[in-house]
């Protein structure tokens, strides 16, 4: 028995022998002593990482990386945009080479950058001319055009700017209520199903609700008044998976709970965790930590574990084929409420993301079968105190974190079990080309399985490049692209799909 004990526990020690030496995290002392950089707006742009952060000198400016080297300014710090370190939402997105952003001068306020990777930072939309700038947040890109709120004298307004045509066009406009700032704490952006942009919004007549911009009918509506009347149903943890829409929700009946929205018909309910009124999905209106992901045809999320005065928020899982819903780990270890877990990413075949462990912060990883995990780093620590705004580049995450030796800077978390191609190649599946062969447009469907910037080429038959999709993100999910070739001659085709220079995917199209 003694034998078998020493066994037991000589095996546990190398197992976390081998989770050290597979992990390995590493740090950029932008800021250098103990003074926070809070680095924030990550953005993998061509071959570099660029985010904004504060130096001893400079405040709150851009800054670039390749992974290498240390992170250096971009451009003349006296000239250049400040990016306010208030951004709500995604406050960059790039579009057809060019990187697009909600930054500041005193001269405009906050209004819209871009920054072409090698020229000087540049204005590109001064929407609210003068110093109180227009405030442009939730940046999205759609069919080659950028989507994004502003806000001026508490009233929401949400755009629709085409930097080929330079024309801006001013949606709310379309709705026959008023769009309060209720937007700008809800959304985090804009949700794009199908040919609908979703987003939440509060008017006076139904409180906060889910409403879309259908982008054919150029009309923005209720999608549904969840919780009706004037009380709000507050959507929030918004998230695109499978081209279907989730989010939680509050009504009168259930509390707040997760639903599903398919972009045509009304929202569905999936979820009576806590049966009755009681929040099976913890709501904090001042808060948005709460988060949905898909992964591996499940929905994770956190809920409450019972309806005692202090719950415990837990990883839940929600399997959409089977309608399930089952607790997958109670890592609380009857700790009373901790937090949930947040900041999902997938990153290889696995998901990751922050929890406690014990009373501190952590990085865990679960590949959908065995139970979640905590990482330990190869300097031995499993303490990161969070994991904010992770974000892929060349084969690693990076993200913002806390020590009390260096304060708030950039951190860098490798697997070195993942190679660049194995983060590429398993993000991308299920695609399909259809109608093909075909007379008129086809339309490319292609899962990702988180957030990619790609682009798509098509060639004819002498290899002469007749079509090209600009470069732009794609949400987590099932994906659609259409591509014209009605206009193109009878014969074969050869598509291609792009990342980072990279090609995923290859296939063939038929002209009649």
């Given at each position: 028995m003694k034998q078998l004990f020493t066994l037991l526990i000589a095996t546990f020690i190398l197992s976390l022998s081998a989770n050290a030496q597979r992990y390995t995290l590493d740090s950029f002392d932008v800021r250098t002593g103990l003074g926070p950089s809070n680095p924030s707006m990550f953005t993998p742009f061509g071959n570099k990482l660029y985010f904004f952060a504060t130096d001893i000198v400079n405040?709150?400016?851009?800054?670039?990386?390749?992974?290498?080297?240390?992170?250096?300014?971009?451009?003349?710090?006296?000239?250049?945009?400040?990016?306010?370190?208030?951004?709500?939402?995604?406050?960059?997105?790039?579009?057809?080479?060019?990187?697009?952003?909600?930054?500041?001068?005193?001269?405009?306020?906050?209004?819209?950058?871009?920054?072409?990777?090698?020229?000087?930072?540049?204005?590109?939309l001064d929407v609210e001319p003068g110093t109180t700038g227009s405030n442009p947040q939730n940046l999205t890109v759609f069919n080659n055009k950028i989507y994004f709120t502003t806000k001026v004298s508490g009233i929401v307004g949400i755009m629709e700017y085409d930097p080929n045509t330079k024309i801006l066009r001013k949606l709310t406009d379309k709705y026959p209520d008023t769009l309060t700032d209720e937007f700008y704490h809800n959304a985090a952006g804009f949700f794009v199903v199908g040919n609908k942009l979703c987003f939440t919004a509060k008017t006076s007549a139904n409180g906060t609700e889910l409403f879309e911009y259908d982008t054919i009918a150029d009309t923005i509506r209720l999608v549904s008044d969840i919780n009706t009347g004037t009380a709000s149903s507050l959507p929030h943890a918004l998230h695109v998976y499978a081209n279907k829409l989730y989010f939680a929700a509050i009504d009168s009946a259930y509390g707040c709970e997760l639903w599903s929205y398919d972009g045509s018909n009304a929202p569905t309910r999936l979820t009576d965790i806590q049966p009755g009124k009681h929040f099976g999905i913890p709501y904090n209106a001042t808060s948005t930590r709460v988060?949905?992901?898909?992964?591996?045809?499940?929905?994770?999320?956190?809920?409450?574990?019972?309806t005692t005065v202090n719950p415990k928020p837990m990883l839940y899982r929600h399997e959409i084929a089977t309608s399930n819903t089952t607790l997958v780990y109670d890592n609380k270890n009857g700790i009373g409420n901790q937090g949930p877990a947040i900041n999902f990413i997938i990153y290889g075949n696995d998901l990751f993301y922050q929890d406690k462990y014990l009373y501190y912060g952590a990085i865990w990883t679960y590949d959908g079968t065995d139970t979640p995990r905590v990482i330990k780093f190869n300097n031995g620590n499993t303490v990161t105190r969070s994991f904010y705004e992770p974000t892929i580049f060349n084969k690693s995450i990076y993200f913002r974190s806390e020590s009390t030796a260096k304060g708030i800077e950039l951190y860098k978390f490798t697997d070195s079990v993942v190679g660049i191609d194995d983060v590429k190649a398993s993000s991308l599946t299920s695609i399909v080309a259809y109608p093909n062969p075909t007379t008129d447009n086809v339309q490319l469907s292609f899962f990702v399985k988180q957030p990619m910037a790609l682009s798509v080429n098509i060639t004819n038959i002498k290899g002469e490049v007749v079509y090209t999709k600009l470069r732009q993100r794609y949400s987590g999910g099932r994906n659609m692209i259409s591509i014209p070739m009605s206009e193109l001659p009878a014969g074969m085709y050869i598509y291609s799909i792009v990342n980072d220079g990279t090609v995923l995917n290859i296939g063939k199209i038929m002209m009649q």
């Open positions: 405040f709150d400016v851009m800054f670039e990386t390749d992974g290498v080297t240390a992170p250096s300014l971009v451009g003349n710090p006296s000239s250049t945009p400040k990016s306010g370190n208030n951004a709500v939402g995604k406050a960059a997105v790039e579009l057809g080479g060019i990187m697009y952003y909600s930054a500041s001068l005193s001269a405009t306020g906050r209004e819209l950058y871009k920054y072409d990777g090698v020229s000087q930072q540049v204005l590109e988060q949905i992901i898909g992964y591996n045809g499940n929905l994770y999320f956190s809920a409450l574990s019972d």
